[in-house]
């Protein structure tokens, strides 16, 4: 469960458009505040708090130069997060799935 725990709050976070599209940004390399407030139509404190959701959940990481915030993405996060997604969409002996699974009776009555 703590796994589940553990990686559903980077879920949570790319759950919003906006911050999706942040993170598509980063992909291409660190950035400015100022180049995302750039391409988005929003206010320097609702930039704010989309970067505080992506950098809470760890996918992001900030570094302050000056009077501005720059931004990247933490490749750490990131493996561990695509490591997570492969694990549950894929077929594995020690699926959750297949503890103490016994078949429906419908399902019996079928065979």
Known sequence: MDCYLENIKV????GDPKRCMIVDMLSCGE?????ILEKFEMSQSTLSHHMKKLCECGIVKARIEGKWTHYSLDEDTISKTKQFFCAITSDKENCICKENSKCCKECNENE
Do not use: I, P, R
């Not at 879920?11 to 790319?14: E, G, P, R, T």
């Not at 950035?31 to 180049?35: G, H, M, T």
């Open 31 to 35: 950035l400015c505040a100022c180049n």
């Open 11 to 14: 879920f949570k976070a790319l």
